[in-house]
């Protein structure tokens, strides 16, 4: 099955304000972890990736958090704009012969004015 | 100039007709995908091929036949087609294998009726 989950289905969030969303997985052995945003009627695009190695990453105006203890991902959003509005896609990979993207079940950001 | 372009957008047809996806990518990758999304978002891989060679295939039935001339074009032939295969279909490529940098398609919204 599937091991990559996400607490929240939805997330509304003040315009300006920041945003977390989160996302669990289960796969221990997972060693790459990347956040996709997905707009309406397109496809997922690459926001931002963090390394097992790593515990924090910072882009512009996002920062990934990874608690490995806990298995545990967070995305942030800072300064949280109407253009955020979409489906956000946690995935992890395990390195290996069968090296493969598995994607977690998506939350959607949705901005109030 | 899209990096990505998958064709037709829209495609609706009957149940037990046969049809065929193309996609085609431009930014000189090695390796190409097929993910299948269905009406809860959900994302999970069904094919990928690097320069021309199947390496994943996750137990997608043998109605499904993807076909690959060139390391530029990974197209997806659907035989007999069934209810449950409406769903939204993506393309999407890395620069190569194991890298996890996805680049997707539009997609291709799929309605058997």
């Known amino acids: 099955g599937e091991s990559v989950g996400l607490h929240l289905p939805t997330l509304s969030v003040q315009e300006g304000d920041n945003s977390i969303i989160n996302c669990a997985y289960s796969?221990?052995?997972?060693?790459?972890f990347i956040w996709y945003k997905q707009e309406s009627g397109k496809g997922p695009q690459f926001i931002i990736d963090?390394?097992?190695?790593?515990d924090k990453r910072q882009g512009q105006r996002v920062t990934v958090l990874l608690n490995k203890t806990v298995k545990h991902l967070s995305l942030q959003i800072a300064a949280t704009q109407p253009g955020d509005s979409a489906v956000y896609f946690c995935?992890?990979?395990?390195?290996?012969?069968?090296?493969?993207?598995?994607f977690g079940s998506g939350t959607r950001l949705s901005i109030r004015p | 100039d899209t990096a990505v372009s998958q064709t037709p957008k829209y495609l609706v047809t009957q149940m037990g007709n046969d049809k065929s996806i193309k996609c085609e990518q431009n930014l000189g990758h090695d390796t190409m995908y097929w993910y299948k999304q269905d009406s809860k978002k959900f994302l999970k891989i069904m094919f990928s091929?690097?320069?021309?060679?199947?390496?994943i295939n996750e137990t997608v039935p043998n109605r499904f036949s993807p076909k690959s001339p060139d390391k530029a074009h990974l197209n997806l032939h659907i035989n007999s087609l069934e209810l449950g295969d409406s769903a939204v279909y993506f393309c999407?490529?890395?620069?190569?294998?194991?890298?996890?940098?996805?680049?997707f398609g539009s997609g291709t919204q799929l309605s058997v009726l």
């Open positions: 963090i390394r097992s190695n790593m």
């Open positions: 995935a992890e990979n395990t390195a290996g012969s069968a090296s493969k993207i598995i």
């Open positions: 091929y690097n320069n021309k060679e199947l390496i």
């Open positions: 999407a490529s890395s620069q190569e294998w194991a890298n996890e940098k996805l680049f």
């Open positions: 796969n221990s052995a997972s060693d790459y």
